[in-house]
């Protein structure tokens, strides 16, 4: 079945073909430069560029895969969780073109697409623990099958994505800062600077990213005498290159520390050898080593899809729709786009 996904619940704007196994193309068109002058996604923006673009990605990505609108069978579409506005342009597309074409609609949940990226480009077994690692989700599930999520775990506060967001802001990296720090970091020393690990009271797989972000600004105050503003930007060149090395690198091991224990905790806890990271953060190099490293010794395996799957995009919304529309799942015109979708 050639399946058409589009993906818009956040700030890119994405479509892929996928047929069959072969994914013929996936397309993302970012808005980076739209939002980071804002040091964040400012909703009403995406959803206006997401209108400017999506007809424009859609056709590029028929073209790339050398489809024609006609040989399009089904079309899997993000409906939560995301930015209503967001979403809407993508559900709105969705319709369209079912509607104009007579062909199945499948709505798809945004982190269930995430889960299942790893399959665009390799077969594991069920069952598996997967840490879904992104700007707004940091949650642990117990994947039992297709469709089959069990909630393990979550964040109480901000997700990975987001101190990395924050963090970069502070330090005037600019957003989305996850990349930057992760480079910078590779040039420092990340037992320079010792953040603290926050534990959930009572909950091993719980995670708190808040009292990090804290505990780098009153650093930041403490030895450096930067009050920090909503609008800070200026650091970059205030702190010496060697210190921001230094600064990135520990506060991305102790992200890295609170994201790895309790995702190899309860993969012990469960009996569960396979380990599955995805989302954006899951592009992090050094989340990769040591998830790997420490999973090795303890005898337990761990998969990544490739960056460009990591990040959002449309093949991983594709492959997820696919599977649905196989088990006979269909969703009529008036599926609506729902900003706190459960999985
Ligand atoms: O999955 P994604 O593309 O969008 C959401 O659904 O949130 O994730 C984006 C997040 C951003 O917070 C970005 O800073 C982070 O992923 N990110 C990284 C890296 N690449 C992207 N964080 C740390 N290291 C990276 N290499
Ligand atoms: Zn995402």
Redesign the pocket.
């Known amino acids: 079945m050639i399946i058409l996904g589009l993906e818009t ?4 704007t994405a479509a892929a073909v996928l047929a069959g196994r072969d994914l013929r193309s996936s397309v993302v068109s970012s808005q980076d430069a739209v939002h980071g002058p804002y040091g964040g996604i400012v909703p009403e923006l995406a959803s206006r560029h997401h209108l400017a673009n999506i007809l424009a990605v859609i056709h590029a990505a028929l073209d790339k895969a050398v489809t024609a609108i006609e040989e399009v069978e089904g079309i899997a579409v993000t409906c939560g969780p ?1 930015l209503v506005g967001s979403l809407l342009v993508g559900l709105s597309a969705a319709k369209g073109i079912a509607f104009a074409r007579g062909i199945p609609l499948v709505g798809v949940n ?1 982190l269930e697409g ?1 889960l299942l990226a790893i399959f665009l480009e390799r077969q594991i077994e069920f069952p598996y623990v997967a840490l879904l ?5 940091t949650s642990l599930y117990l994947a039992e099958g297709p469709g089959q999520y069990r909630r393990i775990g979550a964040t109480r506060d901000d ?4 101190a ?2 924050k963090a ?1 802001k502070m330090l005037g990296l600019g ?5 930057v ?3 910078l970091a590779r040039g420092g020393d990340p037992t320079a600077i010792r953040f603290p690990r926050a534990r959930v009271r009572g909950s091993k797989y719980e995670f708190s990213f808040s009292g990090l972000k804290t505990a780098l600004r009153e650093f930041l105050r403490r030895e450096h005498g930067v009050e920090m503003t909503a609008a800070s930007g200026a650091l970059r060149n205030v702190i010496p290159e060697r210190l921001l090395c230094d600064i990135a690198a520990s506060f ?1 091991e102790a ?1 890295v520390d609170m994201l790895v224990t309790p995702t190899l905790g309860v993969a012990e806890a469960l009996g569960v050898s396979q380990i599955v990271v995805s ?3 899951s ?5 990769r080593a040591r998830m790997e490293e420490d999973a090795r010794r303890r005898d337990l395996t761990v998969a990544f899809p490739s ?1 460009r799957f ?3 995009n449309a093949a991983m919304i594709a492959y997820a729709g696919a599977r649905r529309l196989e088990r006979g799942e269909r969703d009529d015109l008036s599926l609506n786009a729902v900003a706190s979708l459960p999985l």
Do not use: W
Request: contains cysteine.
């Open positions: 619940s956040c700030d890119d995301g945004h995430h690692v992104s700007g707004g989700h997700a990975a994505g987001e990395f967001d970069a957003f989305p800062g996850g990349r720090i992760d480079q991305q992200v989302g954006g953060v592009a992090n190099s050094r989340l960056p990591c990040t959002d």
